[in-house]
C-alpha cells in the first residue's frame, strides 16, 4: 500500500515510490505511446453535429476510443449522453470526489505539415502529429496514472475521475452540459497547459470586423484554419493586371482567370502566445492598401483589418492594456472569408483585469469607425484563485519536488477547461522554456510536437499530486 502516511515516514515512502513509479513508467512506455498514437490517428476535429455525436463523428470517434482503452486498463467507464465520458478509480467518500480532465477534439491540421499529421511519428524522442501536445499525449498520461493507482491497490478516500473531453477547442460545451448533469468535483486538474501550475487565465473576446458589400476589386479573401490561430497563410484574388503589380516579401503573385492571386507567407502558432508568428492576413491587407487594389469600401474596411494586424498587443485599436497578475492583452485575426459579397474577419483576444468585454467592444468599434462593422461578440471574464490555497499548493510543491526546480505558480491568456469549475487549474505538461528542434511545431502548428520524456515525467508528477490531494479535507 502506497497510500501516504505521515510526514515522519514520508521519506522513506517517497524513496520507495518514487522507485514505484520509475518502474511503472519504464514497464509501460511503449503502450502508452501505443495509445496516444491510436488516439492520434483519428481526426477528431469538430464536424456538423449527427446522431449520438453532438460535436461530430470524429470527435465521438476519439472519445470512445479513449473510454476503451480506460476499461482496457480495468476502469470502470461512463459515456455522458455522449458530449463527455470519464473513467473512474473508486474511493471511499460517496459525496466527493477528485479529476483530472482532458480533451480529444483537435484544432483542424492546417497546412505546412511534412507528413500526415494524423500518423503519430517518433523522431528524436519527440512525439509529432496533431493532438500530441494538445491534448491526446496527456489524456493517455492521466489514464495511467490512474492505472498506477490502480494496480498498485491504493485505497482513495476520494473516488478519481480522468474526464475525457471532447469539444475544448471550440465552444466547450461538453464541460457545460457536464457541470449542468453532474456533481462537479470537489477539485480538479487540467493537463492542457504548461508547468508549473496555471492558477489564473485571461479574460477571452471574441468577435467579426465584417465589411459592407463592396462589389470592388476584391474578388475572393481567404486565410486561417481556427479563430484562434495565427494563421501562415492567406490569399486574395483582385481584379487587376500582374504587370502592375510589384514584389514585396513573403508575398507570391499567381495569375488567376481575369485577376491575380495574391498569397501571404507567414508563421503560424496559438492566439494566446503569438510572440513570433507573422499573421499572413496582415501581411496581404498591407500589400492591397500599398497598391491601391481596393475601391474606397474596401479601403475603408482594410485600413481597419490593418488596424487590427498592426500588433498582438491591440495597439492599433486602441485596445491594449496590461496588470499584474496577467501582464498584457493580446488579439489576433484568425479567419479570413468572404460571405454573401462582405468580408469577414474573426478576432481573438485574451484580456486582463484592466479591462473587460464591453470597454474592449467599445474601442473597437470607435477605432474601426464606419469602414466595417463589429459583430458576433462574445466574452468570457478572467478567472484567477489565490496561490495559496491547499490543493494548488499540493500541485506546485509536487511538481518542483519531483523536478528539483523552485517555481511559483502563472497566469496565461491560453483558455482551458479550469475556468468552467468552481476549484481548478491548469497543470503542465508543457515547459515554456522548451526550445523545439527544427522538426517540431508547437500545439496548434504544424508539425505539432511533444518530447516523449517529458510527457512520462509529466505522467509521474500526476501519480504523487494525485496522492497528496487525497490527503486534503475538502
Not at 459592407?212 to 479573401?221: R, S, T
Amino acid at each position: 500500500d502506497v497510500s501516504l502516511t505521515t510526514k515522519k515516514g514520508r521519506t522513506n515512502m517517497d524513496q520507495a515510490l518514487n522507485q514505484k513509479i520509475d518502474a511503472f513508467i519504464a514497464a509501460n512506455k511503449e503502450q502508452i505511446l501505443q495509445d496516444i498514437a491510436a488516439l492520434v490517428a483519428i481526426n477528431s476535429v469538430e464536424g456538423e453535429p449527427a446522431e449520438g455525436a453532438p460535436y461530430g463523428v470524429g470527435t465521438r470517434a476519439a472519445l470512445d476510443k479513449t473510454l476503451e482503452l480506460a476499461a482496457g486498463m480495468g476502469f470502470a467507464t461512463r459515456n455522458c449522453e455522449n458530449h463527455i465520458g470519464y473513467a473512474e478509480l473508486a474511493g471511499a467518500d460517496p459525496e466527493k470526489y477528485l479529476a483530472t480532465i482532458c480533451h480529444v477534439d483537435v484544432v483542424p491540421e492546417g497546412n505546412g505539415w511534412t507528413a500526415d499529421p494524423f500518423t503519430m511519428q517518433i523522431k528524436d524522442n519527440y512525439m509529432i502529429g496533431r493532438g500530441v501536445a494538445d491534448d491526446k499525449g496527456p489524456m493517455v498520461a492521466t489514464l495511467y496514472a490512474l492505472k498506477f493507482l490502480k494496480e498498485e491497490g491504493v485505497s482513495l478516500r476520494y473516488p478519481i475521475r480522468a474526464l475525457v473531453g471532447d469539444n475544448e477547442e471550440t465552444h466547450m460545451h461538453d464541460v457545460d452540459y457536464y457541470l449542468a448533469n453532474y456533481p462537479a468535483p470537489v477539485f480538479c486538474f487540467t493537463p492542457d497547459a504548461e508547468f508549473p501550475v496555471c492558477n489564473g487565465e485571461k479574460g477571452h473576446f471574441d468577435g467579426k470586423l465584417v465589411s459592407p458589400v463592396c462589389n470592388g476589386i476584391i474578388k475572393d479573401f481567404v486565410g486561417g484554419v481556427a479563430t484562434n490561430a495565427v494563421p501562415d497563410r492567406a490569399s486574395a484574388l483582385v481584379a487587376t493586371d500582374i504587370t502592375k503589380l510589384r514584389n514585396a516579401p513573403n508575398i507570391t503573385l499567381e495569375p488567376e482567370g481575369d485577376g491575380v492571386r495574391i498569397r501571404g507567407w507567414g508563421k503560424s502558432g496559438h492566439a494566446a502566445m503569438p510572440e513570433g508568428t507573422v499573421n499572413a492576413i496582415g501581411l496581404v491587407v498591407n500589400y492591397l492598401l500599398d497598391n491601391g487594389l481596393c475601391n474606397d469600401a474596401e479601403r475603408a474596411y482594410l485600413e481597419a483589418l490593418k488596424k487590427l494586424h498592426a500588433s498582438t498587443a491591440g495597439t492599433g485599436l486602441g485596445i491594449d492594456c496590461a496588470d499584474g497578475p496577467f501582464g498584457p492583452l493580446t488579439i489576433i485575426g484568425g479567419r479570413i472569408f468572404m460571405r454573401e459579397g462582405r468580408i469577414v474577419q474573426t478576432m481573438d483576444s485574451r484580456y486582463p483585469t484592466c479591462t473587460d468585454g464591453d470597454t474592449i467592444a467599445k474601442q473597437i468599434r470607435a477605432a474601426i469607425g464606419t469602414g466595417a462593422e463589429l459583430t458576433d461578440v462574445g466574452s468570457a471574464k478572467p478567472f484567477y484563485i489565490e496561490a495559496d490555497t491547499p490543493a494548488i499548493k499540493a500541485c506546485i510543491d509536487t511538481y518542483n519536488e519531483v523536478t528539483g526546480e523552485n517555481a511559483t505558480p502563472f497566469t496565461m491568456g491560453g483558455g482551458t477547461y479550469a475556468r468552467h469549475f468552481p476549484y481548478a487549474v491548469s497543470f503542465g505538461p508543457e515547459h515554456s522554456d522548451m526550445v523545439l528542434p527544427e522538426f517540431g511545431g508547437p500545439m496548434h502548428g504544424a508539425n505539432e510536437a511533444a518530447p516523449i520524456d517529458k510527457l512520462l515525467e509529466a505522467l509521474k508528477i500526476y501519480i504523487i499530486a494525485l496522492l497528496r490531494l487525497e490527503e486534503i479535507d475538502f
